[in-house]
């Protein structure tokens, strides 16, 4: 009888880890499906923020901080840097894949690829074989995810996500392709801030969104 308990005990104790196992692979990382509409003009990081938490919380996902993944430049100093906003993992899409361990994985070896890269529904996002091509991701950020330098010539953040004009924005290939750069997080900078621009360089003004909790 005892051990019979113990046993019990035992398989309730692994239904239990087992459980909070699976609870932990909610989702904490999408792509939005639709940007505001304002090329990248997104309120600032604030803007930002409230649009994912609003698609966060549309797809079903409750109790959680949504970050934008974003930068910003500051004159004469160093910006605020994408990875110090989203927490420190881990990180599931919303099919319950793996995409980063923590913030080391993710900038150097993250399993980011066209089939992961989903949106907050669990849906694919047009890339590369795709028409329209809207693989460009909004960052702003270096391949590290930090801002850039002070000295970096030029605009990298559309005027810290205020303009929907002239400017340029860092993006990433959520799909890993692109003119041989397989950089998700930064490829190269768009051709303009407004939404017919960042459609023009294979864009549609989406973003990353990391739950930070």
Not at 16 to 34: C, K, L, P, R
Not at 107 to 120: G, Q, Y
Not at 191 to 201: E, M, S, V, W, Y
Request: proline share 2%; net charge neutral; aromatic share 6%.
């Amino acid at each position: 009888m005892r051990i019979c308990k113990i046993a019990a005990s035992a398989g309730l104790l692994l239904m239990t880890v087992s459980a909070g196992i699976a609870a932990d692979h909610s989702m904490g990382f999408f792509i939005t499906s639709t940007g505001p509409g304002q090329g990248a003009n997104l309120g600032g990081l604030d803007g930002a923020d409230a649009h994912c938490a609003k698609l966060a919380e549309a797809a079903g996902s409750s109790g959680r901080t949504w970050r934008a993944y974003l930068s910003t430049q500051e004159e004469g100093k160093r910006g605020v840097s994408a990875r110090d906003r989203i927490g420190a993992g881990p990180w599931y899409n919303a099919n319950g894949e793996l995409i980063a361990s923590d913030l080391d994985q993710l900038h150097i070896n993250p399993n980011l690829v066209k089939r992961t890269a989903v949106d907050e529904n669990g849906k694919g996002v047009k890339g590369r074989g795709d028409k329209p091509n809207e693989h460009d991701i909004l960052t702003g950020s270096m391949a590290d995810g930090t801002a850039y330098f002070p000295w970096e010539k030029g605009d990298k953040t559309c005027s810290n996500w205020t303009s929907s004009g002239e400017g340029s924005a860092t993006v990433g290939h959520h799909d890993r392709h692109g003119g041989g750069n397989t950089s998700w997080n930064s490829a190269h900078g768009s051709r303009g801030c407004g939404q017919d621009a960042l459609k023009g360089t294979g864009g549609a003004g989406l973003l990353y969104c990391f739950a930070a909790d």
